[in-house]
């Protein structure tokens, strides 16, 4: 039988957990609910009480109430609750989470939510799911659904509303208890990461073709900031066999203030787990920000593109590649499984391809000098092509690379 976990808090929402438990179980479901509330009395009865998700949070809940501080009691119970659910994931007691709230019951759900790995059915219902849920969804699975009106009472407005999000959930999950979430694709083949913008599409394209031949199934990533952090992620998993990150543009928007940065911990995963991995400095000769209008006036005055009208690009400086090259070399050599760099010496992109507006030989120059003084005397392995990132036979090359080092023959 599939097991739906609700995850709420009861003192604030506990008829609508009620009716959503009843509901559940008329579809032949069984469910078990969590109570994460910390304020008033619980106004049903929970199967994982409030004080053992405090414990769970490494605290008690006699605490929590005496100091009377409700956000470090909201971030207390939003951790016991992940731990809570992580634990019943891992006893098998777990095949899909459902929760509804606003701002502090959709913070504490989804940080349970994230705990759980890819695939296992998330559901949540919040009158936050109108505006940005980047801070709830990070780089998880997480179905949000708008609850138009806020969560207080059954309505005929909200009913059907928290109707559609049991059935949905109900059918999610009776399908994932019947077969267990997928490591490799349905066909046995080995998973294999790659990241592409439309600047490193023809090169990314070649090197997935080639990894299809060679026998592997390859997942694409847009390097957009939400996918650089969802491709971090899911390598953090060990979900894949080998990462091929071709496209760092995202590194570049950390550095320079761009608008599609993915944080701080782009590409550190695949290295501390010790997947192997090649990388290439693909798309770092350039910046990317909002709508031209919106391009700061520091770097006006540098050749500014429109690549669409939501973004627009700008070329980095020598400076700021010196400073990239640095910083890439310095995650690589952290790297405790096999790694090799990727250099193409004519270009990084589209743009910077031989005869494009971004094609500047010294500039890139001060790129490569900066990642080859920093992975001196290292175990990564750095190749030199001489040609541009999108030209089929750098991506072709990089592919055969990344089977190797997961074949264990080297670079």
């Not at 400073?323 to 760099?341: I, S």
Request: aromatic share 4%; hydrophobic share 45%; with cysteine.
């Amino acid at each position: 039988m599939a097991i739906v976990v609700l995850v709420g808090t009861l003192d604030t929402k506990g008829l609508e957990y009620g009716w959503l438990r009843e509901r559940l179980l008329s579809q032949g479901v069984e469910v078990i609910v969590v109570d994460a509330g910390v304020i008033g009395s619980a106004r049903i009865p929970a199967d994982v009480p409030r004080a053992e998700v405090a414990r769970a949070a490494g605290t008690e809940l006699e605490r929590l109430l005496s100091e009377g501080d409700r956000g470090a009691a909201v971030t207390a119970m939003a951790r016991g609750a992940a731990e809570v659910v992580r634990r019943l994931y891992a006893r098998g007691r777990l095949h899909g989470v459902l929760a509804l709230g606003g701002s502090g019951g959709t913070s504490i759900a989804t940080r349970a939510m994230r705990e759980l790995p890819l695939g296992v059915p998330k559901v949540m219902v919040s009158s936050m799911a109108s505006g940005d849920v980047a801070p709830y969804v990070g780089s998880a699975d997480i179905t949000m659904m708008y609850s138009v009106v806020d969560i207080a009472g059954v309505n005929r407005v909200s009913a059907p509303i928290l109707a559609n999000a049991v059935d949905a959930v109900a059918g999610m999950a009776r399908s994932f208890a019947a077969a267990a979430p997928p490591a490799a694709s349905d066909d046995g083949r080995p998973l294999i990461a790659a990241s592409m913008a439309g600047v490193t599409t023809p090169g990314v394209d070649a090197a997935r073709e080639r990894l299809t031949e060679l026998g592997y199934e390859v997942l694409v990533f847009h390097a957009s900031g939400a996918g650089g952090r969802t491709l971090e992620s899911l390598a953090g998993q060990r979900l894949f066999a080998g990462v091929l990150d071709l496209t760092l543009c995202e590194i570049a928007d950390d550095l320079c203030g761009g608008i599609l940065t993915a944080g701080p911990d782009r590409l550190l995963a695949a290295g501390r787990r010790g997947v192997p991995q090649v990388v290439g400095p693909g798309a770092l000769d350039m910046v990317k920000f909002g709508p031209i209008e919106t391009v700061p006036a520091r770097v006006r005055d540098r050749d500014v593109r429109v690549h669409n009208p939501s973004i627009s690009v700008v070329r980095t400086t020598a400076g700021e590649c010196a400073e990239l090259g640095t910083r890439v070399a310095a995650k690589l050599r952290a790297a405790t499984g096999p790694t090799a760099l990727c250099l193409p010496l004519r270009g990084l992109s589209t743009l910077g391809a031989p005869g494009g507006p971004y094609h500047d030989p010294a500039v890139d120059e001060a790129l490569f000098a900066a990642l080859r003084h920093g992975l001196a005397g290292s175990a990564v392995d750095v190749v030199e092509f001489d040609t541009h990132l999108n030209d089929p036979s750098f991506g072709r090359a990089a592919a055969d690379l990344l089977h190797r080092l997961i074949e264990g023959d080297g670079g």
